[in-house]
C-alpha cells in the first residue's frame, strides 16, 4: 500500500514533519510511505490552474498514485496553516486528485490540546465537494507537549504516544481493507 504524508509546516525543524517521518520509519513494513513537503508549491492562483508549474504537477501526481493520504498538520490560530490550504486548492481543482482517496489525519503541538481545532477544520475541509475524501474517523491523533516526545536525532521517545500510534495505525489497515 502507498501512503503520501501531507505535512501542513514547512519549518525545518517541524515537531509534525518529524511525527511523519516517525510514522514513515516505524510501519515500513507495513506499507510504504513518502512525506511530501510543501516547500515549492507556489500559491494557488485560478488563472493558471489548467497550466500550473512543474511543482503542482508532480505533487498532484504523487497524491493521485497513493492509496491514501496522511494529513499531519499544526495548528495556527485555531485551523490548518496557509501552506496547508494552499496545497488543499491545488488538490481540489481541475482533476480533483483526492475524490474518493481515503484520508486520516494527526497532528502535533506543544501546547496541551495538540492541534484538535486545526483537525476539526480540517475533517470539513476534506468533506467538501472538490475533495469529497473518506476520513478514518475516531482514531484522532492530537500530540500535545510534543516538545517533550521527542529526542534531538528525531526519534519519538515517548513509550505511551509510540503505543498509542501502533493502535491507530492498525486500526487505519483494517479500514483500508474496505478500498
Known amino acids: 500500500m502507498k501512503v503520501v504524508a501531507i505535512v501542513g509546516s514547512i519549518r525545518k525543524d517541524s515537531y509534525n514533519k518529524k511525527l511523519a517521518e516517525f510514522v514513515k520509519k516505524h510501519n515500513a513494513d507495513k506499507f510504504d510511505m513518502e512525506v511530501l513537503t510543501l516547500n515549492d508549491l507556489p500559491m494557488y492562483n485560478q488563472d493558471n490552474e489548467n497550466d500550473p508549474p512543474q511543482s503542482v504537477v508532480d505533487f498532484k501526481a504523487k497524491v493521485k498514485a497513493a492509496d491514501a493520504v496522511l494529513w499531519v498538520t499544526p495548528e495556527y ?98 479500514w483500508m481493507k474496505q478500498y
Request: proline letters at 3%; a negative charge.
Open 77 to 174: 490560530n485555531g485551523s490548518i496553516p496557509g501552506v496547508l490550504g494552499n496545497a488543499i486548492d491545488w488538490l481540489s481543482r481541475v482533476d480533483q486528485v483526492m475524490i474518493g482517496k481515503p484520508s486520516w489525519i494527526m497532528g502535533a503541538s506543544m501546547g496541551v490540546l495538540g492541534t484538535a481545532k486545526a483537525q476539526m477544520h480540517l475533517r470539513d475541509i476534506l468533506f467538501s465537494i472538490g475533495l469529497s475524501s473518506p476520513i478514518l474517523i475516531g482514531n484522532d491523533v492530537y500530540i500535545g507537549a510534543v516538545h517533550t516526545k521527542f529526542d534531538d536525532s528525531g526519534n519519538l521517545t515517548e513509550e505511551g504516544t509510540v503505543q498509542f500510534l501502533d493502535k491507530i495505525v492498525g486500526n487505519f489497515l483494517k
